[in-house]
């Protein structure tokens, strides 16, 4: 009897290590036998760097693992240890945190839509080979990019890597000039989003839904940033501490990588899809009429379709940041002071690409002695893998070539983290 | 001539540090980490004449070796792995196409060894960053 053929498909799509390809499939016949999505190392490398510094430098040092998400970290990082120290922060402080998350929802979404996601929409092979016939979506991007950024840098001293922020709040609160500096930007912003939805919602998309466990915080009075219990849309409902006594890491015996999976063992997933379906009522007026004149449910199941959902959420956030701004009146000072009397907390914010969690145990000599961080790509590892093999199976009889473009495409509607990978290159030279 | 120099990498990647380690050593106000910072670059640097992009490379040759693509030179499309990831070539290519790309540019690669996590170069990457950086502070 004759051996169906097997193939090997490679995406190396994040890391240029040797071996370390991102995506590994393996094919038989018509048949799948394996699929292996790998994001590039998990943050353990900062877990263990972490263990034996002081309880302050944590957001500053996890802030360092992703480039496009630092705020993210730094957030979450900062909320677990408030949990210890048994601190909540002032009004003004919990305004000015949704601010700057929204300048990075701002900058990652935007980046992400423009740059990464509508070059596959539209048919070209990456955004360089957009920009010589679409100039202005390019451009339009990276303006929007920039006034996220430019967000990040009023309200934390700098873009890459803010350094204003701490525990207990910000080293310097803004002044009334310095955020009414940036209304003009986020009006531009939030039309230009507006017509994203719009752009967004008119393009071509497979069918393909799934049934996810859609897992995200969830706040009564707001669409979620910073606070709120974790949910899911099939019942869960349990504060942010108790993440590790329903979600779990296991070790996947092929590979060093871990997968997240619930209590039950059941992938699940976490992004802008889950907030979405999760917290729709909380959105904005103008997130939720660009929402519905695209034509979108109050749920939105395919993933393809995140490039829309990502697009209403950057409404969101400009009508959120403006807001922010109109109402704010800058505290008499920045931060509070924290005492650390040791103990373990949990933080759990949303970070673009979904729920991000942290648990730190800090000694009484306010020493990190454990930290754990989960980032919300290695929590959809399962989800995404499961979407892949459907996703590729009726297109097996692809040549390899083009199956690997169609499962990259696949891969980019979960906006998985590219930043903390390294990014060097492999130079070829030819020579003619 | 007004001059960009920008440094691609991740520090927290060992060698791969190397292009943001050149930007400290240089003194220049303008250093990228990895991560999408870099795509600011593309509208910044329409305000210079010369722009000088430096990252590390990997293509088999000794390790320290720096790659130099001058003025004229084309320097391989190649680089750059993922065409979604915003590298080098992204940077160049889109500030190309944007048109706002100076007519001056130049493009090093400094030959890498060990892009594992955690910080610190090789004793021969350190040799070449040092070496750049004391051609790029008097050119």
């Not at chain 1, 305004?95 to 935007?110: F, T």
């Amino acid at each position: 009897m004759q051996r169906p053929e097997a193939r090997r498909i490679n995406v190396d799509y994040l890391a240029r290590v040797e071996g370390e390809g991102a995506l590994r499939l393996e094919v038989e016949g018509d048949v799948i036998t394996d699929l292996e999505f790998r994001i590039f190392e998990p943050p353990r490398y900062f877990e263990a760097f972490l263990v034996g510094r002081h309880f302050t430098e944590a957001p500053d040092i996890t802030a360092r693992i992703c480039g496009i998400c630092p705020v993210a970290y730094q957030m979450s990082s900062i909320h677990a240890m408030e949990m210890i120290a048994g601190v909540k922060p002032t009004a003004a402080v919990r305004e000015l945190r949704r601010l700057i998350y929204c300048g990075e929802w701002i900058e990652s979404h935007a980046l992400h839509i423009y740059l990464l996601h509508a070059p596959d929409f539209l048919g070209y092979e990456s955004a360089i080979h957009m920009a010589g016939q679409h100039p202005e979506a390019v451009r339009n991007g990276l303006r929007l990019k920039k006034i996220g950024n430019r967000v990040l840098e009023v309200l934390g001293g700098r873009a890459v890597h803010p350094i204003n922020v701490k525990v207990g709040g910000f080293y310097r609160a803004p002044t009334r000039e310095d955020l009414d500096s940036l209304i003009d930007d986020l009006e531009w912003a939030k039309q230009a989003s507006i017509e994203t939805v719009t752009w967004a919602g008119e393009l071509d998309f497979p069918e393909f839904e799934r049934d996810y466990e859609f897992v995200s915080l969830y706040h009564p009075d707001e669409y979620p940033f910073n606070e709120g219990r974790i949910i899911s849309n099939r019942g869960l409902d349990v504060a942010v501490e108790e993440w590790p006594d329903h979600f779990r890491e296991e070790h996947v015996e092929r590979s060093n990588a871990l997968h997240a999976r619930t209590g039950e063992g059941t992938p699940y997933f976490v992004g802008p899809l889950a907030r979405y379906a999760n917290c729709f009522d909380l959105l904005s007026d103008s997130a939720k009429g660009a929402a519905r004149e695209a034509g979108l449910g109050t749920v939105v199941a395919n993933p393809f379709k995140s490039i829309v959902v990502r697009a209403v959420e950057l409404v969101f956030a400009c009508d959120e940041a403006l807001r922010i701004i109109r109402d704010y009146e800058p505290p008499p000072t920045g931060s509070i002071d924290v005492r650390m009397p040791g103990g373990v907390g949990h933080g759990a914010t949303e970070a673009p690409r979904g729920l991000l969690y942290h648990r730190y145990e800090v000694g009484e000599d306010e020493l990190i002695a454990e930290a754990h961080i989960v980032s919300p790509t290695s929590q959809n590892q399962l989800s995404i893998e499961d979407d892949l093999r459907l996703y590729a199976e009726p297109r097996l009889e692809l040549d390899d070539d083009a199956l690997q473009w169609e499962l990259e495409q696949a891969i980019r509607n979960y906006d998985p983290c590219i930043s903390c990978a390294t990014h060097f290159l492999d130079l070829t030279i030819v020579r003619s | 001539m007004s001059r960009l120099v920008v440094g691609f990498g991740n520090v927290l990647r060992h060698d791969d540090g190397a292009g943001p380690l050149l930007i400290e050593r240089l003194g220049s106000p303008w250093a990228m980490a990895a991560g999408d910072g870099a795509v600011e670059m593309v509208e910044h640097m329409a305000a210079f004449d010369e722009v000088v992009l430096v990252d590390a490379v990997r293509s088999g040759a000794p390790v320290g070796m720096i790659h130099r693509f001058t003025d004229g030179q084309v320097y391989p499309r190649s680089w750059g792995g993922s065409s979604h990831s915003i590298g080098l070539v992204e940077v160049v290519e889109l500030a190309r196409a944007l048109g706002t790309l100076p007519g001056h540019i130049s493009v090093y690669g400094i030959e890498v060894q060990d892009t594992s996590s955690g910080s610190g170069l090789s004793p021969q990457v350190e040799a070449a960053v040092d070496l750049l950086v004391e051609e790029l502070a008097h050119a």
